[in-house]
């Protein structure tokens, strides 16, 4: 069955810079397999020891599957599967300017 995968910034030198990659697989892990095969490397940014690396987020339509299934999560025909990378850091604590000072 064929999904359309939504591909990160941080990923698509892996994809020849494609922002959707269709791939196939009855289960997370089943496309993660396929998109390997024809894109090598990917598996190995997007897992760890064989589980999803901490810091890697995959939604099948909108559904984190760290709360469905984890990789044997299904998927079927038409899904959409979305890869999201954590995003972390900050600059500290915010400096909050009230509105009327710096307009003028």
């Known amino acids: 069955m064929t999904v359309i995968v939504h591909i990160p910034a941080l990923l698509r030198p892996l994809t020849n810079d494609q922002k959707r990659v269709e791939a196939s697989g009855a ?58 990378p954590a995003v972390a850091g900050g600059s500290g604590r915010l400096q909050h300017k009230p509105a009327s000072e710096g307009s003028a």
């Open 27 to 84: 289960s997370v892990q089943e496309v993660i397999e396929y998109l390997d095969r024809s894109h090598p490397g990917i598996k190995a940014r997007l897992m760890q020891d064989g589980q999803l690396h901490r810091f890697m987020n995959i939604y099948v339509n909108d559904d984190d599957i760290r709360f469905g299934g984890e990789l044997a999560a299904p998927v079927r025909e038409g899904d959409s599967i979305t890869i999201l």
